[in-house]
């Protein structure tokens, strides 16, 4: 039999990175901290540097690291991002229509793209809804359950779509579990506002 014990330097430690950051504001200490932790780095820093085989590709504040990267790098390797490949439809100055593999994407971006571009559209687990019946949204997708993540608080639903490309949703567990309203295996329609993703051209 398999047993899980929970690590309290792992509670130790979340709070040390609180101590630390405390410390050095309220003495109005700079420092540099290297660390191949993300919720560290996002924990103790007022502003992250994500780095590539030596290059800086993104300097920003935690929030704009996480909700605003400037590249698909930056988008997957801070935090779980689904990056759907496609390529621009129509464009205005604020909006465009990426067509790909399972239809089109509406999304809110003020960059100069052509027509035909290719792009990556990003767009975190947490901002993508999952539900039994069509909702009435901009971006709309039928998939099918394959696994969920149980996390306690949330849960990870991976819904494949016609398209063969798996998508992640994460919905907060304010329901006990035998209250869910869909399970492994069960069709579910996946949604989105125009505003919830960010169009990448990089």
């Given at each position: 039999?398999?047993?899980?014990?929970?690590?309290?330097?792992?509670?130790?430690?979340?709070?040390?990175?609180?101590?630390?950051?405390?410390?050095?504001?309220?003495?109005?200490?700079?420092?540099?901290?290297?660390?191949?932790?993300?919720?560290?780095?996002?924990?103790?820093?007022?502003?992250?540097?994500?780095?590539?085989?030596?290059?800086?590709?993104?300097?920003?504040?935690?929030?704009?690291?996480?909700?605003?990267?400037?590249?698909?790098?930056?988008?997957?390797?801070?935090?779980?991002?689904?990056?759907?490949?496609?390529?621009?439809?129509?464009?205005?100055?604020?909006s465009c229509?990426?067509?790909?593999?399972?239809?089109?994407?509406?999304?809110?971006?003020?960059?100069?793209?052509?027509?035909?571009?290719?792009?990556?559209?990003?767009?975190?687990?947490?901002?993508?809804?999952?539900?039994?019946?069509?909702?009435?949204?901009?971006?709309?997708?039928?998939?099918?359950?394959?696994?969920?993540?149980?996390?306690?608080?949330?849960?990870?639903?991976?819904?494949?779509?016609?398209?063969?490309?798996?998508?992640?949703?994460q919905l907060?567990?304010?329901?006990r579990l035998?209250?869910?309203?869909?399970?492994?295996?069960?069709?579910?329609?996946?949604?989105?506002?125009?505003?919830?993703?960010?169009?990448?051209?990089?």
């Amino acid at each position: 039999r398999q047993m899980c014990i929970r690590d309290r330097d792992v509670d130790l430690r979340r709070h040390l990175n609180l101590e630390v950051r405390d410390i050095l504001k309220e003495f109005g200490i700079s420092a540099i901290l290297v660390t191949h932790d993300q919720e560290e780095a996002m924990t103790v820093a007022s502003r992250v540097a994500v780095m590539n085989a030596g290059v800086i590709k993104q300097i920003a504040t935690p929030d704009a690291i996480y909700e605003l990267p400037n590249s698909s790098y930056v988008a997957d390797f801070i935090g779980e991002v689904n990056l759907i490949n496609g390529k621009v439809d129509t464009h205005t100055k604020t909006s465009c229509k990426i067509a790909w593999a399972g239809g089109t994407i509406n999304a809110q971006s003020s960059k100069d793209l052509a027509k035909g571009a290719e792009v990556r559209f990003a767009v975190r687990p947490e901002k993508v809804a999952v539900s039994t019946d069509k909702p009435d949204a901009a971006n709309t997708i039928q998939g099918k359950v394959l696994d969920i993540a149980y996390l306690g608080n949330i849960s990870t639903y991976h819904v494949e779509v016609a398209s063969g490309q798996i998508i992640k949703a994460q919905l907060a567990n304010a329901r006990r579990l035998s209250r869910r309203s869909f399970t492994w295996d069960d069709t579910v329609w996946l949604s989105w506002t125009d505003t919830a993703g960010l169009v990448l051209t990089e």
